[in-house]
């Protein structure tokens, strides 16, 4: 059964830093890439970092200069750094991968192409 577990998140002050994590289980998803997506609610979902099967990052606007994603491929789990948060970055964040499985390229990146999902950890950023 493919799962991917979030964690890391919690409630803190504007200014402060988080690492989230999400493991993956079933798949090795680091052939596909995984990504951060976050949603606030009544909102879509936004990307925010993914990471390619070849090691290439791309940001969302809101997670430039602040956030950093990284991976570690033999525990099947990928991180997201975040530093300078701010009041706007409180939001579920998810942790996403593939298109389909078995992988054969880098997803699309976007909620209606992305087959699997975690159930998101709370990030609360207070002033």
């Known amino acids: 059964q493919v799962r991917l577990v979030e964690s890391g998140g919690g409630s803190l002050q504007a200014g402060g830093s988080l690492i989230l994590s999400c493991t993956a289980s079933?798949?090795?998803?680091?052939?596909?890439?995984m990504g951060w997506f976050r949603r606030a609610p009544g909102k879509v979902r936004d990307l925010v970092a993914s990471?390619?099967?070849?090691?290439?990052?791309t940001y969302g606007d809101s997670a430039k200069g602040r956030f950093t994603i990284s991976e570690d491929n033999a525990q099947g789990s990928v991180y997201l750094q975040m530093n300078n948060l701010k009041t706007e970055d409180t939001d579920v964040f998810y942790c996403?991968?593939?298109?389909?499985?078995?992988?054969?390229?880098?997803?699309?990146?976007?909620?209606?192409?992305?087959?699997?999902w975690g159930r998101g950890t709370q990030v609360t950023v207070s002033s």
């Open positions: 996403t991968t593939a298109n389909r499985i078995p992988c054969k390229s880098e997803p699309v990146w976007s909620p209606n192409f992305l087959k699997f």
């Open positions: 079933g798949y090795k998803f680091s052939r596909c890439g």
């Open positions: 990471i390619s099967p070849a090691g290439t990052t």
